[in-house]
């Protein structure tokens, strides 16, 4: 449950947003990076709306489904991407954790792909959003940003993975993908994470990022209460 307070920082946060894109447009929209990290699996189940059947007095019985152990094999991707495509995946190794040192070194190739693939990017500003986990938020990742590479940073809201990019929008599409397929070992997996990101036209980056507008709009709306859709 949102407290007040958690509420005013989202709409704080969904001000501050719109003011920019009032005042730039698509022009704020093209400086934004943004990026988060999720767990993966070799076995993605399919959800209970994906799984549904249509179903006559005569069908057989649904299919069981059986359920996922604790155990199942997963990994943890790093994803960052704009409006035209994916910028950078990071597969963490494995009994390895992300903190500041494995945050920042991220940050450093996240930027080098930046100016390969990006000419003038860099130079016109980039505006960063990503979640507040510890990693993002502590002094050495702030320094970084800040000092080194002087790029903006949005105040993303606790709390709010419904106006996180990542999450609302390319986790749970790419998620989605996986749901049902297997995968032996974990270069399989790796091949099937990037060969989906990079099968995804142009314009299906460019419509995650401007669904921040309608959503920070929702969000002002409900008085900072979650937004569905």
């Known amino acids: 449950m949102l407290t007040d307070a958690h509420k005013a920082a989202r709409m704080g946060a969904a001000l501050m947003f719109l003011e920019?894109?009032?005042?730039?447009?698509?022009?704020?929209?093209?400086?934004?990076?943004?990026?988060?990290?999720?767990?993966?699996?070799?076995?993605?189940p399919t959800s209970k709306r994906q799984s549904m059947e249509w179903h006559h007095a005569q069908s057989p019985k649904r299919p069981r489904k059986f359920k996922q152990t604790a155990l199942a094999r997963k990994l943890m991707a790093s994803v960052f991407w704009d409006r035209q495509e994916v910028l950078l995946v990071d597969f963490m190794p494995r009994n390895t954790t992300i903190n500041a040192d494995a945050y920042?070194?991220?940050?450093?190739r996240l930027r080098q792909a930046i100016q390969n693939r990006r000419r003038g990017k860099l130079s016109r500003g980039i505006v960063l959003i990503h979640d507040n986990a510890h990693p993002h938020t502590v002094r050495q990742t702030q320094t970084l940003l800040h000092d080194a590479f002087h790029w903006d940073m949005f105040d993303h809201p606790p709390y709010s993975l419904d106006l996180a990019?990542?999450?609302?929008?390319?986790?749970?599409?790419?998620?989605?993908?996986?749901?049902?397929?297997?995968?032996?070992?974990?270069?399989?997996?790796?091949?099937?994470?990037?060969?989906?990101?990079?099968?995804?036209a142009a314009v299906w980056y460019e419509e995650g990022i401007s669904k921040l507008v309608s959503?920070?709009?929702?969000?002002?709306?409900v008085q900072g209460d979650y937004v569905e859709k």
């Open 20 to 44: 920019c894109y009032e005042q730039d447009g698509n022009a704020f929209l093209d400086q934004i990076v943004t990026g988060g990290e999720t767990w993966i699996s070799h076995n993605t």
């Open 104 to 108: 920042c070194a991220t940050l450093r």
């Open 165 to 200: 990019p990542s999450d609302f929008y390319l986790f749970s599409k790419m998620k989605e993908h996986l749901a049902g397929k297997r995968f032996t070992d974990d270069e399989d997996l790796q091949h099937a994470v990037m060969d989906w990101l990079k099968s995804q």
């Open 215 to 221: 959503r920070y709009d929702k969000c002002l709306n």
